[in-house]
């Protein structure tokens, strides 16, 4: 079975600084894809970005990046220019890869709780 | 226009009652979820479908059970509610198999309280 570790189970961070949330991941799996969902205090769930197992390429939206190590199984997010905004909860989570017509599941970390202080 | 809608977002209810949420998707996507998320704000899935087909039944009591009546929505029923069952519920959905590469987009979720 997958686990997600999420070793922060909080943070904070000055406006306008950069931050890096942690996440491990445990699996015997080589196609996946892993993903960072946001968590604001409205409760909506909101992806924040994902990536392919199968990319070297780290993914990159905007202010957000992260920084994918396939061999050490790590996927951390880095926030850059941290905004009041970004204050949330975020979730690290894993999907293995299934056949088309198939369904898997999201498995999530237990979460960090990023503030983000003026 | 809301992707993935639930109703209600807030319920509080006395242990014993039955209650439903309902879930609808307009992305036409063919795979929706539920999703609980307990008081330690843990995310864990519960249901899954695909085209109206049971895909993945996690170890849920069955006091939970989903239907979906079509593709574009998928609603939970709760039978005999205990205190134990409070929880935001998530309901999502996806293109096909999110584990095909598709995202999973979440739904603001159902707030239950069960007093």
């Known amino acids: 079975a997958q686990t997600v570790t999420q070793s922060q189970p909080e943070m904070s961070v000055q406006e306008a600084e950069t931050v890096t949330l942690s996440c491990t991941y445990d699996?015997?799996?080589?196609?996946?894809?892993l993903f960072w969902y946001k968590q604001p205090p409205s409760r909506q769930m909101i992806l924040v970005i994902r990536?392919?197992?199968?990319?070297?390429q780290n993914a990159t939206e905007n202010r957000f990046s992260v920084n994918f190590q396939k061999a050490a199984k790590s996927f951390s997010l880095k926030i850059s220019d941290s905004q009041l905004g970004d204050t949330a909860m975020y979730f690290c989570?894993?999907?293995?890869?299934?056949?088309?017509?198939?369904?898997?599941?999201?498995?999530f970390g237990k979460g960090t709780k990023l503030t983000v202080n003026p | 226009d809301t992707a993935v809608s639930q109703t209600p977002k807030y319920l509080v209810t006395q242990m014993g009652n039955d209650k439903s949420i309902k879930c609808e998707q307009n992305?036409?996507?063919?795979?929706m979820y539920w999703y609980k998320q307990d008081s330690k704000k843990f995310l864990k899935i519960m249901f899954s479908y695909n085209n109206k087909e049971l895909i993945i039944n996690e170890t849920v009591p069955n006091r939970f059970s989903p239907k979906s009546p079509d593709k574009a929505h998928l609603n939970l029923h709760i039978n005999s509610l205990e205190l134990g069952d409070s929880a935001v519920y998530f309901c999502?959905?996806?293109?096909?198999?999110?584990?095909?590469?598709?995202?999973?987009?979440f739904g603001e979720g159902s707030w239950l309280t069960v007093v």
């Open positions: 992305l036409g996507h063919d795979t």
């Open positions: 989570a894993f999907m293995k890869h299934v056949p088309q017509g198939g369904s898997e599941k999201l498995v």
């Open positions: 999502a959905s996806s293109q096909d198999s999110a584990g095909f590469g598709n995202t999973i987009y």
């Open positions: 699996t015997s799996e080589n196609n996946y894809y």
């Open positions: 990536q392919e197992a199968y990319k070297q």
